[in-house]
């Protein structure tokens, strides 16, 4: 029923343009009128997935033969982009879904586990986690604790706890990095599918955010959890290694949340400085309010082409780590600067919740820290930097 699923493997500009459209409209419609209201609550809606699900917002990378939309990243950013003008939290919890959990599954599963797992992820019916960072390795993921181990019939018992979780309670599929080999060891880690109901498996406690209030946070923990040999995800041992290229794609995913952050700040920050008066005139008109405004759409511009460029090198199979890592560096640090120059050009309007400025301000923190930290980015660019 959805301009997304009308769309072929190849689109055109017109195609392109409305996919961006239904985004958009889609987020207007359904996203907006709740917006604050599901960021007081800290209400998770589980039922908008559903809907996203019709619009195709759910398996945009996944190919129409495992029930997706077939789509690349240059259609995936315009998604994320456009959603996240709207809501931060939203956007973070579509990007989760699309790039991590479902990605992870499309890159390294097997025809039996793609044809399992895809159809319901891609559809909304089943939400995706995926679980990579424990209470202490965040950064240092490869010194996990949460370990796997090995069962006669080839099967796996899980002991450990994941947190910080998108979607830890509400998903019904998650993909869980476990130690099935010695501590240090890059291929001592290996993949597995969890599925909401495998005994043993439940989510934990629900965090209480600074900003994106209305994404499912939590905590995830396994108790003598049992997975038979079907849930290795690929190789054994080959855990970490798959997470890596899983995150070098969603590094994408995170500069182009935090793009449409940007964009939606922007918008709101130009508006009022045109219609906000002092001294007798909107206040656009003072040159300290109009520079910050040149530097928010410059800045934004140049974001936006680095996040393109990444995900362009990766629609055509190409290296891509540098790149991604130096879009989502730069596309974060610059979506906390607009989301801080709004609250600037608000005034003290920028500090109540009646305007859509501190919500910004809140949500763009966690794009300089999910999916690796901004000095974790650097480390990633200077390491390919250096390497021969
Ligand atoms: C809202 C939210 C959603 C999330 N969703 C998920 C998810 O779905 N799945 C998942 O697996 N994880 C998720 N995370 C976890 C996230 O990826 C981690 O929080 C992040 O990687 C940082 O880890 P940490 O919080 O343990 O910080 P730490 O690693 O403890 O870092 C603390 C500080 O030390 C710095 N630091 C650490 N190491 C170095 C170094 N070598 N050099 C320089 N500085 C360093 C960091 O940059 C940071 O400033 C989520 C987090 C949040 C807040």
């Known amino acids: 029923m959805t301009a997304m699923s009308t769309a072929a493997q190849t689109t055109t ?9 239904s985004a958009a409209d889609f987020a207007r419609t359904h996203i907006f009128p709740h917006v604050m209201d599901w960021d007081e609550r800290q209400h998770f809606p589980r039922e908008l997935f559903h809907q996203m699900g019709e619009y195709g917002f759910m398996g945009v990378l996944v190919p129409e033969q495992y029930g997706g939309t077939g789509l690349s990243y240059a259609e995936y950013i315009t998604v994320i982009d456009e959603i ?14 699309n790039s991590l959990c479902t990605n992870h599954i499309l890159q390294f599963g097997s025809e039996a586990q793609k044809n399992k797992y895809l159809p319901a992820l891609a559809s909304g019916e089943h939400l995706g986690a995926w679980g990579l960072t424990e209470p202490n390795t965040g950064s240092d993921a490869g010194r996990m604790r949460t370990v796997a181990e090995r069962q006669e019939d080839g099967g796996y018992i899980l002991n450990g706890a994941k947190n910080f979780i998108t979607h830890g309670i509400s998903a019904e599929v998650a993909v869980v990095i476990a130690r099935t080999g010695e501590l240090l060891d890059s291929h001592g880690m290996t993949a597995f599918i969890v599925e909401r109901g495998d005994e043993g498996f439940r989510g934990g406690k629900k965090e209480d955010k600074l900003g ?177």
Do not use: W
């Not at 500009?13 to 459209?21: A, F, G, K, L």
């Not at 996240?84 to 879904?97: D, N």
């Not at 899983?246 to 964009?263: C, T």
């Open 212 to 388: 994106m209030r209305a994404s499912e946070t939590a905590e995830i923990i396994f108790e003598n959890c049992y997975l038979p040999a079907d849930r290795i995800l690929g190789e054994v041992g080959e855990g970490f290694i798959q997470s890596m290229k899983i995150l070098d794609g969603g590094r994408i995913s995170i500069a182009a949340l935090s793009l449409g952050i940007a964009k939606g700040a922007m918008k709101a920050a130009l508006a009022y400085s045109q219609e906000r008066e002092q001294f007798g005139k909107a206040i656009s008109r003072f040159q300290s309010i109009a520079f910050k405004l040149s530097d928010m759409a410059t800045e934004i511009e140049a974001s936006e082409l680095l996040t393109r460029n990444a995900g362009r090198l990766k629609d055509a199979g190409l290296p891509m780590t540098r790149e991604s890592a130096m879009a989502k560096l730069f596309a974060s640090e610059t979506c906390v600067r607009v989301a801080n120059d709004t609250v600037q050009i608000f005034g003290g309007y920028g500090f109540t919740k009646e305007y859509p400025a501190e919500k910004y301000y809140r949500d763009c923190k966690l794009c300089t820290i999910g999916e690796g930290t901004s000095e974790i980015q650097r480390l990633v660019i200077s390491r390919e930097l250096l390497k021969k």
């Open 13 to 21: 500009d017109e195609q392109r343009e409305m996919i961006r459209q």
């Open 84 to 97: 996240a003008q709207v809501c931060g939290s939203i956007g973070l919890s579509v990007a989760a879904h």
